[in-house]
């Protein structure tokens, strides 16, 4: 039986490399033709790291990592919804200029949720 020090050393390990696969995604919506949105929601990263999340999520369950493990999914998925409602609004004519700042403001939003999970993570503190 592994001891449970380093069993939650392995789950801090992941939680970084969950984060930084998302932040990879974001990031790539920066430097890229394309909306940190929308790198971040279809990136293989951050799908890898939202099944990631969804796999581990039973052995986080207890401690401070199941909030930054929570944090992670409802980030990935609110902004899958501000995605689509972006995509609604651009059907219409009057509504494009909404949404693309509903893009530009979701992609600053998920870019300050990585931002403040991890340092969370760091300082060994939850999130949320």
Do not use: C
């Not at 449970?4 to 939680?15: I, Q, Y």
């Amino acid at each position: 039986m592994a001891e449970p020090r380093a069993e939650s050393d392995g789950l801090v390990r992941l939680t970084h490399l969950i984060y930084a696969l998302h932040g990879f995604s974001a990031i790539m919506g920066i430097v890229s033709s394309a909306a940190v949105v929308t790198a971040f929601l279809t990136g293989w990263p951050s799908i890898l790291a939202v099944i990631l999340n969804y796999a581990k999520r039973a052995d986080v369950r207890g401690t401070y990592l199941e909030s930054h493990f929570r944090w992670q999914i409802r980030t990935f998925w609110w902004a899958a919804f501000w995605l689509l409602t972006a995509i609604v609004l651009l059907v219409t004519i009057i509504g494009i200029p909404l949404a693309w700042l509903l893009v530009v403001a979701t992609g600053i939003w998920v870019l300050y949720r990585i931002v403040r999970g991890w340092l969370a993570l760091n300082d060994e503190q939850p999130v949320g």
